[in-house]
């Protein structure tokens, strides 16, 4: 019988033959290959992804987005961590080594993965193509000895990925090659509101990306818990879960769109300045000059971006300036677009 929550997969699955953290052994192929089958068989249970992505949602909006995977669940004993990845479309990591068993599984959408021949790197300094495959939602793959691969999305959408690790990545069986990083990690924002900034656009993608697999799943556990979701969520949360359940002919027909008189809430207090550059207005997140550059618009938009930045609700119709009301709708748009503002919900 398969997992129907995080704790059915973690009792049936840690144990023994998995190492402790700080333990200098490696997992049997054996056991990682039962984590395997137990998590492929675990995703096709509703009310299992459902707990997963509840966990996740409550990780996201309480802690800061980090690079690479930050787990939402860990067995007592520490043997193994849950944890969600995020892949934009037509996005990879790049060659990366694991020195410690994994079991990675796709939840929505598709990844690529391509892997190279360990031993080459280590004798010729050089990363040699072994296999290449594409998994689709539902596949789960393993790693229990040492590995070089490149995950990558190829697709226009975004993608969603479960995997199981194990706790030793932390030089326990030996280092990284230093050559080869895990994963890439962004250059820190330079000022505060640059960070919250770039936290809540985070926040937003992940948010999405997680209804949208519960919208694809389907079936009744998930329906209802995009309803709950929609109704009594975070506000971005509720937003997102309204327009995946709108994608997908949920039961909320009247799900908020960006319209003329559609209220427009702002997204968090950031300060915003506007600037004209010859033909051009440009609003910036802060006074600095080489602040982060959040929109450049015609110069008769100007007015409406100077009441943008003092506004924390707004219509597009109420937008002042030269502007038709083709422009005031194109700019309320391009304002949830970039993640200012969201729709207001019920």
């Not at 096709?44 to 802690?63: P, S, Y």
């Not at 995009?226 to 909320?252: K, M």
């Amino acid at each position: 019988m398969s997992a129907r929550s995080i704790a059915e997969l973690v009792s049936t699955t840690t144990g023994p033959d998995l190492p402790l953290p700080g333990e200098p052994r490696r997992a049997t192929q054996d056991a990682v290959f039962a984590v395997r089958q137990a998590v492929a068989g675990a995703l096709g249970e509703a009310t299992f992804l459902v707990d997963c992505v509840r966990a996740e949602l409550r990780r996201v909006e309480a802690a800061d987005p980090t690079a690479g995977l930050a787990p939402f669940a860990t067995s007592d004993d520490g043997r193994l961590q849950l944890a969600f990845g995020y892949w934009a479309p037509r996005s990879g990591t790049g060659p990366h080594e694991h020195i410690d068993w994994t079991v990675t599984a796709v939840v929505h959408n598709q990844l690529d993965v391509t892997t190279y021949h360990y031993r080459a790197l280590a004798e010729e300094g050089r990363l040699v193509p072994k296999n290449h495959f594409s998994a689709q939602r539902g596949k789960a793959g393993q790693i229990h000895e040492p590995c070089i691969h490149a995950p990558e999305n190829p697709t226009g959408a975004w993608s969603l990925t479960l995997h199981v690790l194990g706790p030793n990545e932390d030089g326990t069986l030996g280092q990284r090659r230093p050559d080869l990083t895990r994963f890439d990690t962004p250059a820190p924002a330079a000022t505060e509101g640059e960070r919250r900034w770039h936290r809540a656009r985070a926040q937003d993608e992940q948010q999405a990306v997680l209804v949208e697999a519960l919208a694809a799943f389907g079936g009744e556990a998930a329906t209802q818990t995009l309803e709950e979701l929609a109704s009594g969520a975070s506000h971005p949360t509720r937003y997102a879960a309204r327009r995946a359940l709108v994608a997908h002919e949920g039961a909320i027909p009247s799900a908020p769109s960006v319209e003329l008189d559609t209220v427009l809430v702002e997204r968090l207090p950031v300060p915003l300045r506007v600037h004209e550059v010859g033909t051009r207005a440009v609003l910036r997140l802060g006074d600095a000059e080489d602040a982060l550059v959040l929109m450049r618009t015609p110069r008769k938009a100007a007015a409406a971006l100077q009441f943008v930045s003092e506004s924390r609700t707004l219509r597009a119709r109420d937008l002042p300036g030269p502007l038709s009301d083709a422009d005031r709708l194109a700019l309320g748009r391009a304002l949830y677009s970039i993640g200012l503002y969201h729709p207001e919900a019920p």
